[in-house]
């Protein structure tokens, strides 16, 4: 009987350990879980308020972008419009035909690819109904147009390339602010733009034989752009690396969304 006794409370024991083990380690999973989950609540949180900052800063350089435009708009197409103004008043003052019909549509007609330029590169749409690699080589044709530098474009790409709405707009923006930069600051002969699809990823290649990246920043005003292009590539995930000496080569990596 006392054996039997004995035996019972054994028994009690060794379930109340176990029940306690199994206590301890369910609430050591649950805690664990719950800490897992902050953690990971946390990392979103940081992650969302990055990319808010990244798509502020984008704003910011839109903006940027926008004076730079009304620039343009004021000093390219409006001195033309003016000097074309002046033109037609001599003619219409003066018996005698000051300057010819012909160099007046000339002018006209260059004012008028200007502004049509610049309405292209504002309109989304424009550049998701004519693809992205028709859209750079409609880029790489204006900006060979300035006769400052002479552009090269290679892709690997087919014309019919689809790629998401954001990464087309943002791939396309990128091109168009590292031609620019180099029009503007690089002093450069010679320009090679490629674009090449891989399995995975979208490569971009800028190279120019310019002054280089160190001798533009003494020239210029700080960021020159890239401010803009490195907050467009965050947001793509992807990576950005500049080589600048004789000439800057500027090498980006997209990963491709599955």
Known sequence: MQEGTSNLGLLYIGTGFIAFVLGSLLFFIITHRN????LLLSMQEKEIEKEKEVAKAILDGEEKERVRISEDLHDGIGAKLSAIKMQLEANLNSNQVRVEPKE???????????????????????IHSLGLVNALKQLIQKVNGFEK????????????????????LHIYRIFSELTTNILHHAKAKEAFCQLILE???????????????????????????????????????????IESSKGTSVQIIIPLKD
């Open 35 to 38: 800490r897992v989950l902050k």
């Open 104 to 126: 007046i549509i000339n002018q006209l007609n260059q004012a008028i690819n200007e502004l049509r330029g610049i309405s292209h590169h504002l309109q989304p749409e424009y």
């Open 149 to 168: 530098t002479h552009y090269k474009f290679y892709t690997n790409a087919s014309e019919k390339v689809q790629l998401d709405r954001e990464a087309t």
């Open 199 to 241: 399995k995975n990823s979208i490569l971009i290649s800028v190279e120019d034989n310019g002054i280089g990246m160190n001798e533009v920043a003494k020239e210029n005003a700080p960021g020159i752009g890239l401010i803009n292009i490195r907050n467009r590539v965050e947001l793509l995930k992807g990576t950005i690396s």
